[in-house]
């Protein structure tokens, strides 16, 4: 069985620092992704980056990165120069095994139970 | 511009009534999920959809069923709410074409009250 765990409930970080948010993932498959997600207070989902288990390099996204170690099955989200705008809810996610269905391809999401990341002024 | 809507975007029921979310998605996606997102547990998949005539059950499937007659919908119907449903319900939608392009996409949710 799949588990992600976001053991920070909350996050504090002040404007233009950096701040890390952990993830840990559980599975026993050699093919998985990583995605991770923010929901700020008006409640859409927002995709922010993804990681795939053979790539191997961290991917970034503009002032995301993903700081992916394998072999500790962590899968941390870094945001640089933190903005007031980056306050939110942000959730980890891990996608099983992508396999064929007679349609295409087929994945499902299995996800953490967030944290809740303020930038202070 | 291609999206995923839902609707209603709030509602309020009475326990015991059948009612259905709506989700619409003109990404052409053949994946499509629901979710339901409470406090203290993340989003929680509720069914999924690989295709057309196909559906499957999620980790929270009792008490909700879904349809897929065409590619841009999924309906989520409950057929006799209860308080216990109260959350927020999210539909999302991907389509698997190569490395790094099965990201999930989301629709804005609907916040269900049963009372």
């Known amino acids: 069985a799949q588990k992600i765990t976001q053991t920070q409930p909350g996050m504090f970080v002040q404007e233009k620092e950096a701040v890390t948010l952990d993830c840990t993932y559980d599975?026993?498959?050699?093919?998985?992704?990583l995605f991770w997600y923010k929901q700020p207070s008006s409640g859409e989902m927002i995709f922010l980056i993804y990681q795939g288990s053979y790539d191997e390099q961290n991917a970034t996204e503009g002032r995301y990165s993903l700081n992916f170690q394998k072999a500790r099955k962590s899968a941390n989200l870094v945001i640089s120069a933190s903005q007031l705008g980056d306050s939110a809810m942000y959730f980890c996610a891990m996608r099983e095994p992508v396999y064929l269905t007679p349609q295409g391809g087929s994945e499902k999401l299995v996800f953490g139970k967030g944290t809740k990341l303020t930038v202070n002024p | 511009d291609a999206e995923i809507t839902q609707s209603p975007r709030h509602k309020i029921t009475e326990t015991g009534r059948q009612v259905t979310l709506a989700c619409h998605q003109t990404?052409?996606?053949?994946?499509m999920f629901w979710y339901r997102q409470d406090l203290g547990h993340g989003l929680r998949l509720i069914h999924y959809s690989y295709g057309v005539q196909d559906t499957n059950k999620g980790e929270v499937s009792d008490g909700y069923s879904v349809s897929r007659s065409n590619t841009e919908d999924l309906p989520l119907t409950l057929e006799s709410a209860a308080s216990s449903q109260t959350s927020v319900y999210f539909c999302?939608?991907?389509?698997?074409?190569?490395?790094?392009?099965?990201?999930?996409?989301f629709g804005p949710g609907t916040r269900l009250t049963v009372l």
């Open positions: 599975t026993s498959d050699q093919s998985y992704g």
């Open positions: 999302a939608s991907s389509v698997i074409a190569g490395p790094n392009t099965d990201t999930q996409y």
């Open positions: 990404w052409n996606h053949n994946n």
